[in-house]
């Protein structure tokens, strides 16, 4: 009989396998189980990246889910926290050329995901005195990317809003946060984003200032504040 580790080991190797696994592993029930897995690995990406998904078609996907999950198979119960490194496996990919934001869709899709997840804070209204702090909400999360991937991600997940899809090819930036019970998707500006960068440890109005027009000086910094804070993605401290 095989010690528990060499045991563990051929059970993994005969979960993932895409033939018929041989031995102790050939049995109606261990292929339901290993059916169910797959299922569950595959559904588990595909709500976290549901863009990706529209992209690429349901068919595609299940196959790409399927190449990742042989890759990086489940290792904990919560399906929510799986497929964290699925963006940069995408990006990784050769066939993903063709499709040079898909990597991006999938981080917004996971910037999206962890906004959705964060803790909740409702972060009471306060003064803005000289002494006041500005931080980024818990639920905040934004990034800056290469491709016009947030317009793209935008298009797809509220096509009424966009109805015409032909995106200049440019950087751009995305925020979103969820300060009630809805995420709020907002596509940013170099300076907006330069402004989070400089908020993610809680500073002063005048040291974020100085942080943002030091790069853009011609930036409207108190324009900036005022609708980071009336979008819920900054809060005074």
């Not at 290993?34 to 595959?42: T, W």
């Not at 930036?173 to 907002?186: D, M, N, Q």
């Amino acid at each position: 009989m095989p010690d528990l580790a060499t045991f563990q080991r051929d059970f993994a190797a005969a979960l993932l396998a895409n033939c018929q696994p041989a031995g102790p592993f050939r049995s109606l029930a261990f292929a339901v189980y290993r059916n169910s897995s797959a299922r569950g690995a595959v559904e588990a990406l595909r709500a976290a990246y549901p863009t990706v998904d529209m992209l690429v078609g349901e068919e595609m996907f299940t196959e790409v889910a399927l190449d990742y999950r042989r890759e990086y198979p489940l290792t904990g119960p919560v399906l929510s926290e799986y497929g964290g490194s699925f963006p940069g496996y995408l990006a990784r990919q050769p066939w993903t050329c063709e499709l040079p934001y898909l990597a991006d869709v999938a981080r917004l899709d996971g910037l999206w995901l962890q906004s959705f997840l964060a803790r909740d804070a409702n972060a009471m209204p306060r003064p803005f005195g000289g002494s006041s702090k500005i931080a980024l909400h818990p639920t905040t999360s934004f990034t800056w990317l290469a491709t016009p991937a947030m317009t793209i991600w935008q298009a797809h997940r509220d096509p009424w809003e966009i109805p015409e899809l032909s995106p200049d090819w440019v950087e751009e930036g995305a925020l979103f946060t969820r300060p009630g019970s809805c995420v709020h998707a907002e596509l940013i500006d170099a300076a907006f984003h330069h402004l989070l960068v400089a908020c993610a440890a809680p500073a002063s109005a005048a040291d974020i200032a100085s942080a943002v027009t030091a790069t853009f000086p011609h930036s409207d910094v108190a324009e900036l504040l005022r609708r980071g804070i009336a979008s819920g993605a900054l809060v005074i401290q």
